[in-house]
């Protein structure tokens, strides 16, 4: 079982649950010094940096010399460039791409031939209920999200036939602070017409994963063990299903986004819960 993104988060949850729960789990980060502590728990580790194709094949390589093929992908890694659509720059757009999509998708590509030879396998990808839908100051990260929902849908059929299942991780927000401090960290207008709208979504955001204040949205955010449980549910499961909700937010927002016209989603939902940029007002 080879799981990305280990140094925190949701990938380090689901490299301790499924270690505990039996499997020869292969934890993997950019910096392979963040995974001392899974080291020591038992835990094999290797370096993997999904935006370097000589660490990806590395990696994969290691797993199938040792096993015979990547019985599960886990593809956790990722991270949000934060800002509005107007502002953020080409090489942020890119490097978001890099690594939630592009990383992704090649490891998927890496793996897969000895999955097919092997006649089984699962691939998990880690998406977000932002796969979904979209909301202000976030269109990039949630754009790359939804290229992976896009990804995994094709892919899925592409492979079934072969024995390998392709499933969809779409979690809530979650309670790390690493997420949430990068994300925040990371809106950094380049002008001022922005400049009210990035200091409330910065505000909003923190409150939501730090929980430095009570909001609604941060009452019913999930810990990254939550959604470890789900990929450990996802991968003991003979035939899983495309898509699996985290949390009470992921669950009634999707289903209120399948349900409400754009007009009425955007307005009775968004645009109530998120903040949004206001046009400044003339005394």
Known sequence: MLITGCSSGIGRACARRLHRAGAVVYATARRPGTLAELAAEGIRTLALDVTDEESMRAAVATVEAAHGSVGVLVNSAGFAVSGVVEEVGLDDMRRQFETNVFGLARLSQLVLPGMRAAGTGTIVNVSSIFGRYAVPGGGFYQASKHAVEALSDALRLEV??????????????????????????????????YEDFRRRTADYFDAIYTGSRRTLAGTFTIQADDVARTVERVVRTARPRARYPVGFLAHSTLALRRLAPDAVFDNLFVRRAFPVPKKKRNP
């Open 160 to 193: 079934a036939d072969f024995g390998v299942r392709v499933v969809l991780i779409e979690p809530g927000p979650v309670r790390t602070t690493d997420f949430g401090s990068t994300y925040v960290a990371n809106f950094k207008p380049v002008g001022e017409v």
